[in-house]
């Protein structure tokens, strides 16, 4: 494996993602870990990414020279570069003007990280600081407009750096040279894939459980449905999923995870239709977070019903992501568990084991590796659904099932005519919200007292921000024009046309 040690660059997740999409498995961790975490994962390769500080100034993140002694190939990207050459004795200072954007990098020499890439190239800069001469020993192979040394190595020290960015899309031989660094200078194999990622997990899925039993509760999105397929054919039916169907998925959607899971996986599975008890407790509460807590509290209820009924289960599969370990702390950190963040989350204080065959793997690892099982491009490509699951999107008031069903046959169309137009997947959600609002029509010479139904639809790439997607005319009219024919309940569509911030992607 490779670490990449992450000194607070914009960029430092995606260093980690590329330097897996050539087949090699890395890991990110931050900057203050020390040397002895890195050498206990002995790895093959390490990278020093980017970060938004001085080298020179106080506080900033320094480079424990030991780690350059680790007897491994180490290269610096941006700052990691800086730290390396005012390490071994460059000169790194502020320039008049910084680089940022576009750049054309001229290639003095070659050497062995930029062999193969042309002389003249362009690449993706983000920087103010300067190495305007490369340490002793070093050969400076390259320069762009504003920066004298624009990439070093020591083939002798086995070091290597770049001012630019190879890990940006802009940068066109980006991905070359993290090759060239990975398969020619490390001497990695690239063979991480996600056959491979499968291979593994079912290894120490098989370690941590032996002949334990397993209960996994399953939502229907991608990463318990990935994590729940790995676990089942690591330990087959030492394993049981609890489905609970509170009531508040989408159109079909309960039935869609129980015949994918039951009926073609042949996964042991415990369906709840649980509906009418959520509903009862939904009653009369129309405050956001009330519904949250309610709903939230109801669904441990209810798995813990069923988790006693399975008697000796000691461990509990969680689909954690790679993503949810960098947020709590890196790599080191123990198990967190999203409950707060995740309705449908499971409190801390469960007395299971955890089982988290996901925690190294990006979202689009993820995705991979559940093709990979077998499971079907729906759920793979699920947007993202909220625990509480529709009850938030009938706004404005008390979640009845007379106005959950509009809700659901109204997102039914939505998301119909979404996939027919090929969008689903660039959309990262697509619903529709309904308003505790009627308005007057007129449908057929009669005066009609219908629902309003909002369509919201939000490009996004992980929720913090998002902005409204331009969904063509033609078929936000063909989307409308469906609903009011198709469900007598509903006279007005209306869009949504707020980014976040200021709104948020759901209404509550
Ligand atoms: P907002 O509305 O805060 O949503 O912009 C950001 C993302 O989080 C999802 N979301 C939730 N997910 N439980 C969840 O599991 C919740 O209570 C919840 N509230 C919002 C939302 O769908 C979006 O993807």
Redesign the pocket.
């Known amino acids: 494996e490779v670490v990449v040690l992450d000194f607070g660059g914009q960029y430092s997740q995606l260093i980690a993602r590329r330097v897996r999409e050539c087949g090699v498995y890395s890991e990110l961790l931050p900057h203050h870990v020390g040397v002895e975490e890195v050498r206990r994962r002995k790895p093959k390769g390490l990278i020093l990414s980017g970060g938004p500080a001085s080298v020179y100034a106080e506080g900033a993140p320094r480079l424990d020279p030991e780690l350059l002694e680790l007897g491994i190939p180490v290269l610096g990207i941006c700052y990691g570069m800086q730290l390396i050459a005012r390490e071994l004795g460059g000169r790194v200072e502020g320039a008049e003007v910084g680089e940022f954007g576009r750049s054309d990098l001229t290639v003095l020499e070659p050497g062995r990280l930029l062999a193969g890439t042309p002389a003249e190239q362009t690449c993706w800069m983000s920087h103010r600081d300067t190495v305007f001469s490369a340490p002793p020993g070093f050969t400076a192979l390259a320069s762009s407009t504003a920066s004298p040394v624009a990439a070093i190595e020591s083939q002798e020290r086995d070091i290597y750096g770049i001012q630019f960015h190879p890990e940006v899309v802009h940068t066109p031989y980006g991905q070359h040279v993290l090759t060239t660094f990975l398969e020619d200078i490390c001497g990695l194999d690239r063979s991480w894939s996600a056959a491979s990622i499968v291979e593994e997990q079912i290894e120490r899925i098989r370690a941590q459980v032996g002949d334990g039993r397993v209960i996994c509760g399953l939502s229907g999105g991608v990463d318990s449905s990935v994590a729940a397929l790995l676990v089942h054919r690591a330990v087959g039916d030492q394993l049981t999923c609890v489905f609970v169907d509170h009531g508040l998925m989408r159109k079909n959607e309960g039935e869609q995870v129980i015949s994918a899971f039951r009926d073609h996986f042949k996964v042991p599975l415990v369906a709840v239709d649980a509906e009418e008890r959520f509903l009862a407790k939904l009653k009369g509460v129309t405050e956001p977070e009330a519904k ?1 807590k309610v709903i ?1 509290a109801e669904f441990i209820r209810v798995f813990e019903e069923e988790a006693a009924k399975l008697s000796g289960a000691k461990f509990l599969v969680q689909g954690t992501l790679y993503s949810d370990v960098i947020e709590s702390g890196g790599g080191t950190g123990a198990a967190t568990i999203k409950s707060h ?5 499971l409190p801390e204080d469960l007395e299971f084991e955890l089982v988290e065959p996901l925690r190294a793997l990006f979202k689009d690892e993820v995705r991979a590796v559940g093709a990979e099982l077998g499971l079907p491009e729906r759920l793979v490509w699920r947007q ?5 699951g529709l009850a ?1 999107r009938v706004v404005g008031g008390e979640a009845t099932k007379e106005r959950l069903d509009v809700l659901r046959d109204a997102d039914a169309i939505l998301q119909d005519e979404i996939r027919q137009a090929g969008l689903y997947r660039e959309l ?2 697509s619903f529709c919200v309904l308003p505790d609002v009627r308005t007057v029509g007129v449908q057929g010479d009669e005066r009609t007292y219908g629902y309003v139904v909002v369509i919201r639809a939000v490009t ?1 790439d992980d ?2 921000t ?1 902005d409204w997607a331009r969904l063509p005319y033609d078929l936000l009219e063909q989307i409308a024009s469906r609903m009011i024919n198709e469900l007598r309940e509903v006279n007005r569509v209306v869009l949504d046309i707020t980014s ?1 911030p200021p ?6």
Request: charged residues 15%; neutral net charge.
């Open positions: 949250r939230g963040h995740n309705v449908g989350g993202p659904f909220p625990g509480p938030i990262w959600q996004s929720a913090m998002a976040k709104g948020t992607i759901e209404w509550e």
